[in-house]
């Protein structure tokens, strides 16, 4: 910033006060999840939430009274405290990544087959002959199991939706293949003959 | 094959004639048993009505299997045509998981749209997707096989002078680049270091997928022949 900006000292002063603020939020947190953490430990429940809660406001209090006062102390400790946000930064990312991939997986259980119940195969290893199958699919997404194959060992019809005007180009290949091997039947359905309507513009 | 104009701005664009859908019928067959549906009343005179073609369909299905699975690239209309066989009408979304219907004593499984490993690079035309330079000369090749006319077409819709046509074994002449410098031209596609072909193949693909652009293909006997 220019030294003939206006308001320059202003400007600088608040943005320090933003940063303060942020770090005496984040303090505050950390002394309270480690107030509960060692309050869970022996005492009941009800009693440490109060105390913590307490300890919390007066730490906070204390904080802003000595932030006030001394600015110079507080560029200097940003710098440190900034190694420390990066922990809680990790510590939290940690968190969320676990509760998301958790709710993600139990997500995807349910709706990727909803309406479908899954019939384990006569081998009784279902699961890597799908797997096996999807190799010699090669599909796209060759790295995660296709959902429809599942699907595809149930049916004993297959119906292969065609585009009326390319029907060659929007051919499933390696499912034709697939099927013609499993001894399935198929059907083309060529969609999308007779008129189309559209926005004129 | 008119452009038909029709209340609230709306037009009807005849996409496939009766001919060319029975051509693909017949090369298709010698695969799979193939149907073909009407999804709409036509301008041409086919041999089914929409309704009669759902019909045919939906017998075939149930005299076949007691579960059937819909497969296909995105937005080809499998939803859709489950909703017609179910008759409900429906406003489809696009579909992300799979899903089960009873249709009388055969359960229908709707799946969402694959990709298959290689893309024909016709798609973009299809689907809405971004067209690229290899996408256009895939289009050209259609249209050269479809007929003079086709060109005349591309000449109407852009107002520009008679396109050159491919030449085997003449390596200087290219429609592709000749089509796209006169679109970039008229849409102001034109920068410091010359047209920008890259955006007007852009605009030619989204003309044909919002049929401004009307074209199809020929099954392989037939273009042969």
């Known amino acids: 910033m220019p030294n003939s900006f206006p308001f320059k000292e202003e400007v600088l002063a608040e943005r320090e006060e933003v940063r303060r603020r942020r770090e005496e939020e984040r303090r505050k947190k950390k002394e309270g999840k480690k107030e509960e953490a060692e309050g869970n430990g022996n005492e009941a429940k009800g009693t440490n939430g109060v105390e913590a809660n307490g300890n919390g406001l007066k730490v906070g209090l204390q904080v802003d009274s000595d932030d006030e006062t001394t600015k110079e102390e507080d560029s200097d400790m940003s710098y440190e405290e900034g190694s420390d946000e990066d922990e809680e930064y990790l510590e939290e990312d940690e968190d969320v990544e676990e509760d998301d991939d958790g709710a993600a997986i139990e997500d995807n259980e349910e709706s990727e087959w909803e309406g479908i119940p899954s019939t384990p195969s006569e081998d009784g290893n279902g699961e890597i002959s799908d797997v096996d199958e999807l190799t010699e699919l090669n599909t796209a997404r060759n790295s995660a199991p296709p959902p429809h194959l599942k699907a595809m060992n149930r049916s004993d019809l297959l119906i292969f939706v065609l585009e009326a005007c390319a029907p060659e180009a929007t051919r499933l290949p390696d499912v034709e293949a697939w099927a013609q091997k499993k001894g399935k039947d198929a059907l083309f359905v060529l969609n999308g003959a007779g008129t189309h309507s559209f926005w004129s513009y | ?225």
């Open chain 2, 1 to 225: 094959m008119e452009l038909v104009p029709t209340p609230f701005g709306r037009i009807d664009i005849e996409i496939v004639p009766p001919e060319v859908l029975q051509a693909w019928t017949e090369y298709l067959s010698s695969i799979f048993p193939t149907i073909s549906v009407l999804n709409s009343e036509s301008l041409h005179q086919h041999s089914l009505t929409p309704s009669k073609s759902l019909s045919i369909l939906k017998s075939k299905i149930q005299e076949t299997s007691k579960t059937a699975t819909l497969l296909g690239l995105p937005q080809v209309g499998k939803t859709s045509l489950l909703n017609d066989l179910r008759n409900r009408q429906v406003q489809s979304k696009p579909t992300s998981v799979l899903r089960a219907y009873q249709l009388d004593n055969t359960e229908v499984i709707d799946t969402p749209g694959t990709f298959p490993p290689k893309l024909n690079p016709l798609l973009p035309f299809l689907l809405g997707m971004k067209a690229s330079q290899e996408n256009i000369t895939a289009l050209i090749n259609v249209l050269d096989v479809m007929g003079d006319k086709w060109y005349k077409q591309l000449e109407e819709v852009y107002e520009m002078p008679a396109l050159v046509r491919p030449m085997k074994g003449n390596r200087f002449i290219n429609p592709t680049k000749d089509l796209l410098v006169h679109v970039a031209r008229k849409f102001g596609r034109v920068g410091r270091q010359g047209p920008n072909l890259e955006g007007a193949a852009e605009i030619v693909g989204s003309d044909c997928a919002s049929g401004k652009i009307k074209w199809w293909t020929l099954p392989p006997k037939t273009a042969e022949s």
